[in-house]
């Protein structure tokens, strides 16, 4: 056997360099480099290999969490087929990925995580940052990421990373197990050489697999889709995943069955397609709403059927509703009591195509969902253009950001009440030109997530909206953009706090209690005293960007138009009108509210509540 002596970071190094993922005839190289910050915990391994490999790029961020989120967002809008790895020493620089292992897996997103460990060696324990147990010395910090990975390992000896890496690699590019990748790699095991062999480092294809569904599960899909009178496609992120909208568009073009999406789904329909209905569930549109209250047949395809999606299970009022889910993950084709259909959303959807044979959507049911689309549009144009006296509101923000960019561009966003609006308004002319993060809805993946949204495809202006508050959560990664000469433009909406969960604060009774950004008021010893100052535009400037304040709509819009011709970052920030938010259309979101308080407004609450609730239903 010929073998290599490489230290097992060189080793990691030199085998991701040479994995490569095939899907449709198509090739290329699946690790785009390694994103992430150096200590004592990586720097003599992880660090020394980056050194030695150029041509495997290192790009350095101000926070691990971002790295993850940067990593996340370029998987994402490579639709899983690129990703990063994601380097960090050990204790701290570890455990601030967590939140970002967190949101891959959620989300299925491909991102391999290599937190540095303590000494397997043990004889200088306990090291620095080490967390010591007085029942094991076989447990630290990385085991905190064992249920947020979807593979987890601790390599203690060199050549444990030779059986580790393929089963790392079978995670990262499966369709349905995908998710965050750990291998936890202790300081002194990464330095430590070893004769590895030289197969290693081949090249080395993983097929991404399109698998075919069943014959006996297709069969009884394609009778209920025949049977049905008022079918319904909810469309989930597995159709963009597995860049199915055409077919999508083919399957409903021929049977006349309309389109809802939900957040990872949307776009997989262009908005202006006529069996389009919009954002379906807890931030749907009237027209989606409408249809799924009353739909005997709904399709899930590559959804995982979220509360937002099943508005808290209370979406599908028909009596009668059945269920059938085109899913690449049997766990998820199996919910709501659905006839499962396992396989790839485009194969599956080219299938139904031949099998469904003449069948049609009644007139009658094609001419309610034409009439509720043209409705739902005209709202749409009435909320971007609402012409509020004084500060805009933020449906017209979005109205502007929609008409300055073009046909490929992308909007991200991830909390705040900056997704409900978006789900239910942004009209996506292009398959992957809505990136939003709401498997986790993390506040702050925006900024590092859209570098790696830009990252993955550079032709691309990337659009992002966020908030105040989720801004000042991680602005740094500004730092990361000039570094890297990734430009995104940036929308801040300045409302003075979590105007999301005040309402939601208000709504269950408490008065938005702990939610708006104020200073603490001597008098009262709350946090109700006078209103606490950002300089955003300050503070984004001093990171690097360019930054201006928009103190209208016109405004804006010329500041959307300077950022687009700048070749650097841009901040912008507008104030917007609290008081006049985008309206929920027909659903409904469960929040659970105190069932005993000493507010009369809780109370009250808690009684809507338990009325709201009877409407929950059990698909079984
Ligand atoms: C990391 C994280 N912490 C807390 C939350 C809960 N949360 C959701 S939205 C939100 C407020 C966001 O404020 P801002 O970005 O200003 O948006 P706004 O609600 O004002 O639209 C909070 C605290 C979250 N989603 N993520
Ligand atoms: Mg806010």
């Not at 009178?229 to 597995?238: H, S």
């Not at 709202?379 to 509020?388: A, G, I, K, Q, T």
């Not at 292009?430 to 990252?455: D, Q, R, V």
């Not at 970052?569 to 309206?583: A, K, L, N, R, Y």
């Amino acid at each position: 056997m010929t073998t290599r002596r490489m230290t097992m970071a060189q080793a990691l190094i030199g085998f991701l360099k040479n994995q490569y993922v095939e899907r449709d005839d198509r090739e290329q190289k699946f690790f785009a480099g390694m994103l992430g910050i150096f200590g004592h915990g990586n720097i003599a391994g992880i660090g020394q290999a980056l050194q030695q490999n150029p041509d495997f790029p290192y790009i350095l961020v101000r926070n691990e969490q971002a790295g993850v989120h940067f990593a996340s967002g370029f998987a994402k809008a490579s639709n899983r087929l690129r990703a990063y790895a994601c380097t960090s020493s050990i204790g701290p620089g570890a455990t601030n990925m967590i939140t970002g292992a967190a949101l891959a897996t959620i989300n299925r997103l491909p991102v391999l995580l290599l937190p540095g460990d303590i000494f397997a060696r043990r004889n200088v324990a306990p090291v620095l940052q080490q967390l010591e147990s007085p029942s094991t010395q076989d447990v630290g910090v990385n085991d905190c990421f064992k249920p947020v990975s979807r593979y987890w390992d601790r390599i203690y000896r060199p050549e444990q990373l030779i059986a580790a890496l393929p089963e790392a690699m079978r995670v990262l590019t499966s369709p349905s197990d995908c998710g965050a990748v750990t291998l936890a790699l202790p300081q002194d095991v990464q330095a430590e050489a070893y004769d590895y062999p030289a197969e290693l480092f081949e090249k080395r294809v993983w097929l991404i697999r399109r698998s075919e569904p069943d014959r006996v599960s297709l069969h009884r899909a394609v009778a209920a889709i025949r049977a049905a009178k008022r079918p319904l496609i909810v469309a989930g992120g597995g159709v963009l995943m597995s860049e199915a909208s055409a077919a999508l568009a083919a399957f409903v073009e021929k049977t006349s069955i309309p389109v809802c999406e939900t957040q990872a789904g949307k776009g997989s329909l262009a908005w202006d397609h006529p069996m389009q209905m919009g954002a379906v569930g807890a931030t749907g549109t009237l027209a989606a709403n409408r249809l799924a209250r009353q739909a005997d047949l709904m399709i899930g395809i590559g959804t995982r059927y979220s509360d937002f999606t099943t508005a808290s299970m209370t979406a599908f009022q028909n009596p009668q509703v059945r269920f059938v889910n085109i899913n690449t993950a049997e766990f998820d084709a199996y919910k709501v009591g659905a006839i499962p259909v396992v396989a790839d959303a485009r194969v599956a959807l080219g299938r139904l195509i031949e099998a469904v044979g003449d069948y049609l959507v009644p007139q009658r049911y094609a001419d309610e969902a034409a009439k509720l689309k043209s409705e739902w549009d005209a709202e749409v144009d009435r909320l971007f253009h609402l012409n509020n006296p004084g500060k805009p509101a933020q449906s017209e923000v979005i109205g502007a950001m929609w008409e300055a960019s073009g046909p490929r561009d992308v909007l991200l966003s991830a909390a705040g009440s900056h997704p409900g609006d978006l789900h239910k308004l942004w009209r996506t002319r292009t398959p992957n030109g809505y990136h939003m993060e709401y498997g986790y809805s993390c506040m702050g993946y925006e900024i590092p997530g859209a570098l790696g949204a830009k990252a993955a495809d550079p032709t691309r202006e990337v659009f992002v909206f966020l908030g105040d508050g989720t801004y000042l959560m991680m602005p740094t990664e500004i730092v990361t953009s000039v570094q890297e000469g990734i430009k995104i433009i940036v929308v801040l909406v300045d409302n003075h706090g979590f105007g999301s969960i005040g309402s939601l604060s208000r709504s269950l009774g408490q008065g938005g209690f702990g939610t708006a950004y104020n200073m603490r008021n001597a008098k009262t010893g709350q946090l109700d005293g006078e209103p606490l100052h950002v300089d955003f535009a300050a503070n984004a400037r001093s990171l690097g960007a360019n930054a201006v304040e928009a103190s209208s709509i016109v405004e804006l819009k010329q500041a959307l138009e300077d950022a687009k011709q700048a070749d650097r970052t841009s901040v912008i920030v507008i104030e917007t009108d609290p008081s006049i938010g985008v309206p929920g259309f027909e659903s409904w979101w469960d929040v659970a509210v105190a069932e005993v308080s000493d507010l009369d407004s809780v109370r009250e609450a808690h009684s809507r509540y338990e009325e709201a609730r009877k409407r929950e239903r059990h698909h079984l």
